[in-house]
């Protein structure tokens, strides 16, 4: 029994050390974090609301204490808990006239009502895309403390839930493949705004890639401003932009539409700049280019940043500023031990940095809307993402349902809206493995782009279908027809199915959105390994497979039907942990855009040696365009000149002292290593990559 309760003890240290010290970005400057202590209750009966746990003479003193951001499903005390709890705090405030107080849910699992001082302010459905409501009514007079509580119920094991059960009357229909984590599981926060402020920004930036002498080298700037006036009286108000771009302004002469904004009315104003030839510098994987920008309404500043680059789809093949590109990339179930669904700033470093060093940089990154912190990390450091809403195997009665399609619009606005100057998202998912080739599937896929292409023409649009693999005999018996590129889930026997795709949709490229192999198979963790060499050696000859995202990144829990007796799914390229599997180093040398080649060693003359290597960029999978990567040993580092896929160069590594072997790294423009290996020198051979 002791050691059970030192283990238990030593448990609790480590999971509050880890959720109490850590940091989580906000990415607005006006907020005022609501973090630290909150009171904390379940309410198994639900019966807080009929009994007013939410009043301001609770207890607070007598409750526990948690600390928010929080997932009450890995807190010790509460740990698997389904069902209703409840926040609670205060905080002094004093009143400003002519001023609006907005509170801020980053995001809260699954359904969220507050009050505020006694007074119910609303309720929010949905579990991973930020809310706020104007509490500026219900705040107490002058300066005086205020009870804010929240009651947070994260029971989706039921229908009409997006995630949810399936209809099916089925066992295993009320869970999805990941935990429904629950909790203030985001920043809580405040900001003050005058009562005509910002709600949302919008930039459009469009390079001009005609080829040939017409080019002009330009980029079109739009940005759409929504505009809340508070106010009692209809203004018109006037906007002004700053762009900067490592910190440097960067001139433009704005062109915008007046527009009379009514009293207690919300409405949205657009301007447009072009931007000289001289002042553009695109955004891509390997240049992660990012401008800021700022936009003034009256006494009201916002920021954001935004990249300037185009994305298409031509031939089969995927265009990233006019260059064909091929990536691989990965799915990452937000899970992680001790934390649940909470994804604080070194967990987000380390999974995106691990990602990226594996050669992982073309996504369907989840079934959901991570924090958006994993977005900013994208954005500076180059990846491609498909954001995908809801929409998790719902069924034909579900899709065609009223109130399950009017959820899904709403999640995905939520999430479009909060996302849409991210350049790093090139794509929106409208949904994984549903039943695409029945009428309610097709209706469901055709419908949702429409909406969303109304709320965001700018992005592709796609879905994650499992339904290409029992090989459908023309294009319009599935729902793939109405997508820009098609995302097929596909497990084993790679190359028939994706032939047959393509057969089908064959100007379309294909995007693998699932692949990969379980490390508990009859072949444990060598499995993983033997089975992405062989579908690399499937994909490699099929040049219309333009991404491939191994399912997934990370092991993590579930109750869906298969999960391991520990609780554990062990898909991952790195256990729950974050500890590598022996596929890490596989998945980064096969996903590496180039390969090295020893040619010759040269002893030479008072200790300085001579390496001759050769570097092919790959022209099959992953590839495209190298340019600014270089060769780094412990002494020297050479750059690479710009190769085009199947393009080779031959480089001579200078080499000051040795012991037999030498450890070469290529490193990308962005500092990140993506390819190791050690030379043998007393041979002609290459004894290991790592």
């Not at 433009?252 to 009315?265: E, F, N, P, Y």
């Not at 290996?677 to 051979?685: A, G, I, Y």
């Amino acid at each position: 029994m002791t050691l059970i309760r030192n283990l238990l003890t030593l448990f609790f240290i480590g999971w509050l050390s880890s959720t109490t010290f850590a940091q989580y970005t906000i990415r607005d400057p006006k907020a005022i974090p609501l973090h630290g202590e909150w009171a904390f209750m379940m309410d198994p009966m639900d019966a807080g609301e009929t009994n007013k746990w939410y009043r301001e003479d609770m207890p607070l003193n007598r409750l526990d204490k948690v600390i928010v951001p929080h997932c009450f499903s890995v807190d010790p005390r509460y740990q698997f808990y389904t069902g209703t709890v409840w926040y609670l705090r205060t905080f002094p405030w004093k009143t400003n006239a002519g001023k609006r107080v907005l509170l801020h849910f980053d995001a809260s699992y699954y359904v969220t009502s507050v009050w505020l001082n006694g007074q119910k302010v609303g309720t929010h459905e949905g579990g991973y895309t930020p809310f706020h409501f104007d509490v500026t009514p219900y705040l107490k007079p002058g300066q005086a403390d205020n009870t804010l509580a929240v009651s947070v119920n994260n029971n989706t094991w039921k229908v009409r839930t997006i995630p949810g059960a399936k209809d099916n009357g089925q066992p295993n229909d009320p869970f999805p493949g990941w935990i429904n984590y629950g909790g203030l599981i985001r920043p809580v926060y405040l900001t003050v705004e005058p009562e005509v402020y910002v709600e949302n920004v919008k930039i459009d930036a469009l390079p001009d890639r005609n080829a040939g002498p017409m080019a002009k080298g330009t980029a079109t700037l739009k940005i759409k401003t929504r505009l809340r006036n508070a106010s009692g009286q209809a203004l018109t108000p006037k906007l002004a932009f700053r762009i900067m771009q490592s910190g440097r302004p960067v001139p433009l002469t704005w062109k915008q539409t007046a527009r009379s904004v009514g009293a207690g009315q919300t409405d949205v104003v657009e301007a447009e700049a072009l931007m000289k030839a001289a002042d553009v510098k695109l955004w891509s994987v390997d240049q992660p280019v990012l401008y800021d920008a700022q936009v003034i309404a009256a006494t009201d500043t916002v920021q954001t940043h935004f990249g300037i680059r185009k994305v298409e789809v031509r031939n089969a093949q995927l265009l990233l500023n006019g260059q064909p590109i091929k990536v691989a990339g990965g799915n990452r179930v937000v899970d992680h031990p001790g934390l649940g669904s909470l994804e604080p700033d070194w967990l987000v470093e380390k999974d995106m940095r691990l990602m990226k060093e594996a050669g992982m940089e073309f996504h369907r990154l989840t079934h959901y809307t991570p924090s958006e912190t994993i977005y900013d990390w994208a954005d500076r450091n180059g990846m491609l993402i498909i954001s995908e809403a809801g929409n998790w195997q719902l069924t034909p009665r579900e899709m065609d349902n009223d109130t399950i399609r009017a959820k899904f619009r709403q999640q995905f606005r939520e999430m479009a809206e909060r996302d849409w100057n991210h350049p790093c998202i090139i794509a929106y998912s409208v949904g994984n493995e549903y039943l695409s080739e029945q009428p309610a599937g097709q209706r469901w896929t055709k419908d949702m782009i429409a909406y969303a292409r109304e709320l965001d023409p700018t992005r592709l649009y796609t879905f994650a279908s499992m339904r290409l693999n029992i090989l459908p005999k023309k294009p319009e018996d599935e729902a793939s027809q109405y997508c820009d590129f098609v995302s097929t889930n596909t497990y084993g026997n790679h190359a028939n199915v994706l032939k047959h795709i393509h057969a089908l949709y064959p100007d379309k490229p294909i995007f693998i959105s699932e692949y990969g192999t379980r490390a508990d198979g009859k072949d444990g963790e060598a499995g993983q390994v033997s089975h992405i060499e062989k579908f690399l050696a499937d994909i490699r000859q099929l040049p219309y497979v333009v991404g491939a995202s191994w399912w997934s990144f990370n092991d993590y829990l579930s109750r869906h039907v298969g999960t391991n007796p520990d609780g554990t799914r062990p898909w991952g390229l790195v256990r729950s942990d974050r500890s590598k599997r022996p596929l890490y180093k596989t998945h980064q040398t096969g996903m590496a855009p180039l390969t090295i080649e020893k040619i010759s060693w040269e002893p030479g003359q008072e200790g300085v040696h001579s390496l001759k290597l050769r570097i092919t960029a790959r022209n099959d999978f992953p590839a495209y365009t190298l340019k600014n990567y270089v060769v780094k040993t412990a002494t020297s580092t050479v750059p690479i000149p710009e190769l085009q896929p199947g393009q080779q160069a031959e480089l001579v590594i200078p080499v000051r002292g040795f012991d037999k072997t030498l450890s070469v790294d290529i490193i990308k423009p962005t500092g990140y290593s993506i390819l190791s290996q050690t030379f043998d020198l007393t041979n002609d051979t290459r004894t290991s990559s790592r």
